[in-house]
């Protein structure tokens, strides 16, 4: 059973950090790419990065690009995204999501790629 579990969430002032962690079992990590994703009440899930196998290539939404990282550890079967910079408009509820293949097949930014999800986990950015 494929296990997808997302912490590092929480509260944070505007101009802040936070890193997110996204420890998956059941699969083979390494033979998966891996995103982030994003969503707020009334609003379609967004997508906001993506990382191959291999961690050397990513992709990035442009609301977030040079102020997030995304990276891996493939011996902890674990994904991160560090968030610099926040901004009050990066709050909602962030999922860790497992792609299907090695790469960011595309879009990579639809959630059609992903076929596991994590419960997600809650980023607040005051002002």
């Known amino acids: 059973q494929v296990q997808v579990v997302e912490s590092g969430g929480g509260l944070v002032q505007a101009g802040g950090s936070l890193r997110l962690s996204c420890t998956v079992s059941?699969?083979?990590?390494?033979?998966?790419?891996m995103g982030w994703f994003r969503q707020v009440p009334g609003k379609e899930r967004e997508g906001v990065s993506c990382v191959r196998w291999s961690g050397n290539t990513t992709y990035y939404a442009a609301s977030v690009k040079g102020r997030f990282t995304i990276s891996r550890d493939n011996a902890k079967n674990t994904l991160y995204l560090q968030m610099n910079s926040l901004k009050p408009e990066d709050t909602g509820i962030y999922y860790c999501?497992?792609?299907?293949?090695?790469?960011?097949?595309?879009?990579?930014?639809?959630?059609?790629?992903?076929?596991?999800w994590g419960q997600g986990t809650q980023v607040t950015v005051s002002s």
């Open positions: 999501a497992v792609q299907q293949i090695l790469y960011c097949s595309a879009p990579w930014s639809s959630p059609m790629k992903y076929n596991y």
């Open positions: 059941g699969l083979t990590f390494d033979d998966h790419a």
